[in-house]
């Protein structure tokens, strides 16, 4: 099992920035990619980015490139989402995930049945 633990939510304003952290724990060694998705109200909870665990390679869902950027502290066991230029659409509960499925491309982790363990969520909410 592995455990995911999301931090860093919060309210900001339109413009602004917030870095979400995700530390992990537990038996770890499978794991080959850790992602972020998200889901706002009444709607289905969809991919943000994804980082492979052993080189780092790195994919972006198209909304998300630009402002968002994932990186990973092996040392720490904890993988980072720090968003800029925040949007009101952006508002919604963040998730972070641990794929343990095997891999050519990491662009193909994509979708929710790619990842095996889940954090509970942190709230992300952009204010107009």
């Known amino acids: 099992q592995v455990q995911l633990v999301e931090s860093g939510g919060g309210m900001v304003q339109a413009g602004g920035s917030l870095r979400l952290s995700c530390a992990a724990s537990?038996?770890?060694?499978?794991?080959?990619?850790m992602g972020w998705f998200r889901q706002a109200p009444g709607k289905e909870r969809e991919f943000v980015a994804v980082i492979s665990w052993s080189v780092g390679t790195t994919y972006y869902a198209d909304s998300m490139k630009g402002r968002f950027t994932i990186s990973r502290d092996d040392a720490k066991n904890t993988v980072y989402l720090q968003m800029n230029s925040l949007k009101p659409d952006d508002t919604a509960i963040y998730y972070c995930a641990a794929s343990t499925r095997a891999f050519y491309y990491v662009s193909s982790l994509t979708t929710i049945r790619d990842y095996t363990y889940w954090g509970q969520g942190t709230q992300v909410t952009v204010s107009s």
């Open positions: 537990g038996r770890t060694f499978g794991r080959v990619a």
